[in-house]
T-cell receptor, first 112, second 110 residues
């Protein structure tokens, strides 16, 4: 079982819709969870971090964490073509803050 | 005002050569990293340094040798380059869990 799993996509949504990106992780001791956005040919950029169960909202982005189900998601409301990118889920596993593992990323395509 | 910078941006070289990539961060972070992103886009940790001390060394061939002269700089030297080394190499820094990435160095080995 991979430590951090994501569907590689592509996930296609129409402009204005809600995009839902999902991630599961294997280590129950995981402490911190991150979402990065990576445009083609660019470096990953941190967009959200979440540390406790529940929802965390930042503008059009909402991160959701359910530690019991070992599940973290990212919702993008009112999706725009500029949101088209690969979204990487990253998890800080148990054992120290340096150990962060990335998922394969989900490619999101927002169709105008 | 670049937070994490890398040079060079592109590197094209032949098998067997030795090359270096340099990284600098001005965020004041204690920890720096090298990541490799292969053609399948999987981002994998290679090394981590905390305040010039090596703390993570994943299963990486010993042809790869990192060096941190101070906590703001982390370099990567690669000996005897192989075709499979072709990838994008990202430097990153952090103070806690978040990672701040440099622009990447696209290495192509022919």
């Amino acid at each position: 079982q991979k430590e951090v799993e994501q569907n590689s996509g592509p996930l296609s949504v129409p402009e204005g819709a809600i995009a839902s990106l999902n991630c599961t992780y294997s280590d129950r001791g995981s402490q911190s969870f991150f979402w990065y956005r990576q445009y083609s040919g660019k470096s990953p950029e941190l967009i959200m971090s979440i540390y406790s169960n529940g929802d965390k909202e930042d503008g059009r982005f909402t991160a959701q964490l359910n530690k019991a189900s070992q599940y973290v998601s990212l919702l993008i409301r009112d999706s725009q073509p500029s949101d088209s990118a690969t979204y990487l889920c990253a998890v800080r596993l148990g054992g120290g803050y340096q150990k962060v593992t990335f998922g394969i990323g989900t490619k999101l395509q927002v169709i105008p | 005002d670049t937070a994490v910078s890398q040079t060079p941006k592109y590197l094209v070289t032949q098998m067997g050569n030795d090359k270096s990539i340099k990284c600098e961060q001005n965020l004041g972070h204690d920890t720096m990293y090298w990541y490799k992103q292969d053609s399948k886009k999987f981002l994998k940790i290679m090394f981590s340094y905390n305040n010039k001390e090596l703390i993570i060394n994943e299963t990486v061939p010993n042809r790869f040798s990192p060096k941190s002269p101070d906590k703001a700089h982390l370099n990567l030297h690669i000996n005897s380059l192989e075709l499979g080394d072709s990838a994008v190499y990202f430097c990153a820094s952090s103070q806690e869990g978040e990672r701040y990435f440099g622009p990447g160095t696209r290495l192509t080995v022919t």
